[in-house]
């Protein structure tokens, strides 16, 4: 298991998309179940203005976390595995947009099928004072995160790092916007989606990033 990691992590930037995009050829699109909760939550949700695409280039602070398994991580050391990673934001405890992003993150794993283990998905919490990691385990389990979907706490001062670099911080966690951001690789540009993305629109930008566009 250990030399495969280190193999997948030897992959340059176009390798590791490459290897992504083969698996993904031969896997199936997302279950219908997957797809009618995902449609269903969207529903749900409050009316969102039309998804807005962006470009960015992020300064991302050195602070560690606290990962859903108990173990303290330094988020640098999360996001720079070499795999495509996608990052959201949540609080357990919410009932409007984190029960949208998360369905869409689960559809999404669906939608990658075999190819799920190439990227790594990350839902930081931005209500580290209540989300535990015990928390944090069940939240997952209720939407059957996989191994490549992991949820993150850790102190407020960690987690206001992490949300203003990122951009998402608005000094209330009931005011927080839906927000997606996806990176091909480390050194890569990130793209950020803001408004409610579809597993669709987040699987597209692993091609999108094949392509050069």
Known sequence: MMRAAARRRALPAGGALLALLGALAGASAATPDAEERAHAAHHAAPAQAALRRSTVTLELPDV??????????S?????????????????????????????????????????RDRVHMLSISIDPEEDTPQRLREFRARYGAGPQWRHYTGSAEASIAVQRAFGVYTGDKMGHMPVTLFRAAPG??????????????????????????
């Not at 560690?64 to 991580?73: E, Q, W």
């Not at 959201?88 to 919410?94: A, G, N, P, R």
Request: proline share 5%; hydrophobic share 40%; charged share 25%.
């Open 188 to 213: 890569r540009p990130w793209i950020r989606l803001d408004g409610f993305a579809t597993p669709d629109e987040l699987y597209r930008e692993v091609r999108l990033q094949l392509a050069g566009r």
């Open 64 to 73: 560690r976390l606290v990962r859903d398994d108990g173990l303290g991580v």
């Open 75 to 115: 988020l640098a050391a999360e996001l720079d595995d070499g795999r495509p990673v996608y990052v959201d934001f949540i609080y357990t405890s919410c009932t409007a947009i984190c029960p949208v992003t998360s369905a869409t993150f689960a559809a999404l794993q669906e939608r990658l099928g075999t190819g």
